[in-house]
């Protein structure tokens, strides 16, 4: 509703990060206000952004959000987590990018 509201106000759609902080105050709320806790909710946005590139955020019921190169959500999340670091580290340190089928591959390993 709110990306709705957003667009129909301003005439484009909302920047994935203003989104992303607006869930994740709505949680905020929600655990600190009401005593209500939307409970095993992560929600992970993206967007393709002109101006900044790949956009990669997520945010938890506690009401914390942040943005990413690459995450992981679910059960072993850490780990994925852990593996998609080491992946960016590397990638840096070489000054390399993920091409688009080195990206899918990645993908599915971390599955």
Do not use: W
Request: glycine fraction near 10%; aromatic fraction near 8%.
């Amino acid at each position: 509703m709110q990306a709705a509201d957003y667009k129909l106000t301003n005439g484009h759609p909302i920047p994935v990060k203003q989104l992303a902080q607006r869930g994740a105050n709505n949680n905020q709320t929600q655990t600190q206000t009401l005593r209500r806790r939307p409970y095993g909710v992560e929600i992970i946005l993206t967007e393709i952004d002109e101006e900044f590139g790949p956009q990669l955020y997520k945010y938890d019921p506690a009401g914390h959000f942040c943005g990413y190169k690459g995450v992981a959500s679910g059960v072993k999340d850490q780990e994925a987590t852990n593996q998609l670091e080491k992946l960016f580290k590397g990638l840096e340190k070489d000054k390399k990018k993920l091409g688009g089928i080195d990206t899918i591959i990645t993908a599915i390993e971390m599955l």
